[in-house]
């Protein structure tokens, strides 16, 4: 029998004595515990849903990869290059990488009978990947390009619908601009309505066929402003986007997403320290909460202590008694602490109750990603931390003597 848990058992158990006042410490020390953890799964789970959820956005205006002539970089009308590459379509075989597509960017300006409005008109082909506008679309329908059917539809986004005052099934007119200045008109039927909530962007983009791009551009049918490159796992950019660059020739230049918007993804970076002072706060809170319950626990049980210290039991022995007790604390915590904050993410997950102003947050309701590898590192980080903690009150055992904490009342 295991003598020194036997004790600790019954401790936490108590006596009639003991209960009124051990009982509520010993509870407060467990809520404390249960929701520090709680506070850091939600925090850490809403904060990895709040960057997925908005790299999400600029990538699906912007793909994880594109691929330009040199002299296109930070422009939005890129230089020609042919549509016939060694690495396309075929660059989508390799593992990693989900899908290739080409494409071309435009300056225009929209113009109704009223308003004008200056935009960045995207051409896309039949290999378009419509997976993120899908979600995002609110009303009409999808610009389905089809290979030598041109067709004049636009999808634009809400934000632009508003201050054109365009719905679905209007006509309006794009003014291309051309490199000798001139306004080159061409009209379009409003195919589409979407919101990704993104205002920087859906301030900016109309959708359209590539055709109308390449012949305003004077392009042949063979010729695109680059090719945009989507991939599994965000966390597997960087190594594409060097098997990218080696394999695309010498000729033509490749950039990430996060290259193209530094702001935005370092202001995505940024959240990671809001995270790590919510877990350290919450930690300290945690470890002081264990630190009282235990000096408390000894105060109560010097009278114990001293007899035990007289029949002759060691300090670390003594000691290990009440390390018992606080481990309990701890892994009754974390157990409550998990099941509180995986049930708070599973529920904000399948009902979105919690939902914020799209305008400032760029979502509507906040986003939850559950990451159990970092959820299993706090629980660890957590018990080893509080388990460091004990030590210090523990070390008190060692300056009871039996003489007085015998006779201690």
Known sequence: MNLEYFISKNIIKGDARSKKFTKPIIRISIAAIALGLTVMIVAISIVSGFQQEIRNKVIGFGSHIQITSYDS???????????????????????GIKHIQVFANKAGIIKTNEEIYGVVVKGIGSDFDWDFFDKNLIEGELVRVKEGELKNDLLISKTIADKMKLKVGDKTFIYFIQQNGQLRPKDFIVKGIYKSGLEQFDNLYVLSDIAHVQKRNGW???QVGGFEILINSYDDLDKLDLFVYDNIGYDLHSTTIVRQNPDIFNWLELQDVNVIVIIVLMVVVAAINIISALLILILERTNMIGILKALGMPNWNVRKIFMYNAVYLVVKGLIWGNVIGLGLCFLQMQFGFLTLPQESYYVSVVPVKLNFYNIFLLNIGTLLICAAMMIIPSYVITKITPIKAIRFD
């Open 73 to 95: 970089q930070n422009t939005y009308e890129a230089s020609p290059i042919s549509k016939s590459q060694d690495f396309y379509p075929s660059i989508d075989s390799v593992e």
């Open 220 to 222: 042949t049918e063979n």
